[in-house]
């Protein structure tokens, strides 16, 4: 047959049956080591997470959070983007799938793995010393050492050039004082990357938490996150070696491409809670009988399932599109801000979607939605409010800055 123009077209080829586990056919965009890399992880997840984690969200704990971390780091899934020092050098992409597969499980997962490696393990591999590496990153990888990441503070979490923790020279050594807020991981953490104010600028600081006069609560009473360790960090005159500083970095331009590579992950991950919430309303409208047949059988419900399905694979389209980005080495901060901003918020979408397919059983813990929206609530607002990422965007899209 000809087309428009005389072009000759061979006749179509038989298609592929519709899947509705993944209606764009994105998996066909995967290398077989990405799918290998999803499967493992996945796995993971069902078998060690998904039968306990509403206990423990319901309690309020992460009781075997050690345990999980050597777990994860038994199949490469700490600072796996990363190379060398035990680090299993995956592709972004391939690290994009591990969050996605940890945050359709619970977030709280996805964010132990995403602090312990786009934070502490990426600060010290990127701006640490070679002493640095090699002391703190092998066990890192492999889960022995847990990290945290202290940036956020009680009066400056959006404001970071606003922080009060100051680090002072006495002689050869460093003595650091102030308070970190919000920080995961950081009571169970081994070292903490902690940013302060010198005299020099801002430094990053590999601090070992059993530095004398450093502490770290665990915040308590929370409605979100409940299965992740959340802490404050007291560092009260904590009298560091010169060698704790981070050398390769002064300056804000440290800590804040630290959260880029971690908000990256955030984009995947956001879409693994929507994944699975989307999935439990798809699997109980096909079942769930309202005057005489299913509920997925009226055009309400319908509406809703064709609606949800759109976001979440748009979602994680745009969360491919970065992580080539960033495997090519040509990803943009405002690309990130871009895929956080987007898919949090799309993520939310979904899952308050899902809920009203599910009725009053949405808001059981016999269901995971419940979970996933209010664990999405937290993710919305760290590493970035939705207004820091707003401002961002509109940075790059006029050319003026209206952050101050």
């Avoid at 005057?291 to 609606?307: N, R, S, V, W």
Wanted: glycine fraction near 12%; aromatic fraction near 6%; hydrophobic fraction near 40%.
């Amino acid at each position: 047959m000809r087309a428009a123009g005389g072009t000759l077209m061979s006749a179509p080829s038989k298609l592929p049956p519709f899947d509705p586990a993944d209606p764009l056919g994105i998996d066909d965009l995967l290398e077989p080591e990405d799918l290998a890399v999803r499967d493992t992880v996945r796995s993971w997840a069902a078998g060690r997470v998904l039968p306990h984690i509403a206990e423990w969200y319901e309690n309020g704990e992460l009781p075997p959070v050690r345990e999980l971390a050597r777990e994860l780091g038994s199949i490469g899934a700490l600072g796996m983007s990363l190379t060398g020092y035990g680090c299993a050098g995956a592709t972004a992409v391939q690290y994009g799938l591990a969050c996605l597969e940890l945050e359709a499980a619970d977030s709280g997962i996805r964010s132990l793995v995403s602090v312990q490696g786009s934070l502490a393990m990426y600060a010290i591999w990127k701006h640490g010393s070679e002493e640095q590496k090699r002391r703190w990153l092998p066990a890192m990888a492999s889960g022995e050492t847990i990290g945290c990441f202290g940036l956020t503070e009680p009066d400056h979490g959006s404001d970071p050039a606003g922080m009060r923790t100051y680090a002072k020279r006495d002689g050869s050594d460093w003595v650091l004082s102030g308070r970190k807020m919000w920080i995961t991981n950081g009571s169970v953490a081994g070292v903490a990357v902690v940013w302060a104010r010198t005299d020099d600028g801002i430094r990053g600081f590999a601090v070992p938490t059993d530095a004398p006069g450093f502490s770290a609560p665990e915040i308590r009473h929370k409605w979100s996150l409940r299965a992740s360790v959340t802490s404050e960090l007291v560092m009260d005159d904590v009298r560091l070696p010169q060698d704790a500083v981070l050398p390769g970095v002064t300056g804000l331009k440290g800590p804040l491409g630290c959260l880029s590579h971690a908000r990256y992950g955030i984009v995947w991950g956001a879409m693994g809670a929507a994944r699975s919430s989307f999935e439990t309303a798809l699997d109980y409208a096909r079942t769930r009988e309202q005057f005489g047949k299913p509920i997925g059988g009226f055009q309400l419900t319908q509406a809703k399932l064709a609606d949800m399905a759109l976001e979440l694979h748009k979602g994680i389209l745009l969360a491919h599109h970065l992580g080539r980005r960033m495997d090519a080495g040509t990803l943009r901060p405002e690309q990130v801000s871009f895929g956080k901003l987007n898919n949090v918020r799309e993520a939310i979408g979904i899952c308050r979607t899902a809920r009203t397919i599910l009725g009053a059983n949405g808001i059981s813990l016999e269901y995971p939605v419940m979970r996933h929206a209010t664990n999405l609530e937290s993710v919305l607002t760290y590493e970035g409010t939705v207004e820091m990422h707003q401002l961002v965007l509109g940075k790059a899209l006029t050319g003026l800055d209206a952050f101050r």
